[in-house]
């Protein structure tokens, strides 16, 4: 089994900026990480993508976060990160990050899930 624990969700203002980070713990040894990836869920409205990095270093990013927010990994760490600039009142949600792993045990892919943070951006 893998876990994620989420940190650095809080309150912002307004075109202020924060870090998340997520790092995976447990049976770490025995899978490689395909992707890792940031969602996001406000009230009301589904969960949708923000941005994505592949273990070759490729990023996705949802265009109306381009430019302002930057994902990265620490692989040493199974970490990753997740800068928001500039941030918007209408980006306040749930952050959730994902990780896509292949299991050498099963040699299956398996997704895995934060917990979640709530970041609030109101002044």
């Known amino acids: 089994q893998v876990q994620l624990v989420e940190s650095g969700g809080g309150l912002v203002q307004p075109g202020g900026s924060m870090r998340l980070s997520c790092a995976a713990s447990?049976?770490?040894?025995?899978?490689?990480?395909?992707?890792m990836g940031w969602y996001r869920q406000a009230p009301g409205k589904q969960r949708e993508l923000v941005a994505t990095?592949?273990?070759?270093?490729?990023?996705n990013y949802v265009d109306s976060v381009k430019g302002r927010f930057t994902i990265s990994r620490d692989n040493a760490k199974n970490t990753v990160y997740l800068q928001m600039n500039s941030l918007k009142p209408e980006e306040t949600a749930v952050y959730y990050c994902?990780?896509?792993?292949?299991?050498?045990?099963?040699?299956?892919?398996?997704?895995?899930w934060g917990q979640g943070t709530q970041v609030t951006v109101s002044s």
């Open positions: 990095i592949t273990s070759g270093g490729s990023t």
């Open positions: 994902y990780f896509g792993v292949f299991s050498h045990t099963t040699d299956q892919l398996y997704d895995y």
């Open positions: 447990g049976s770490i040894f025995s899978i490689r990480i395909v992707v």
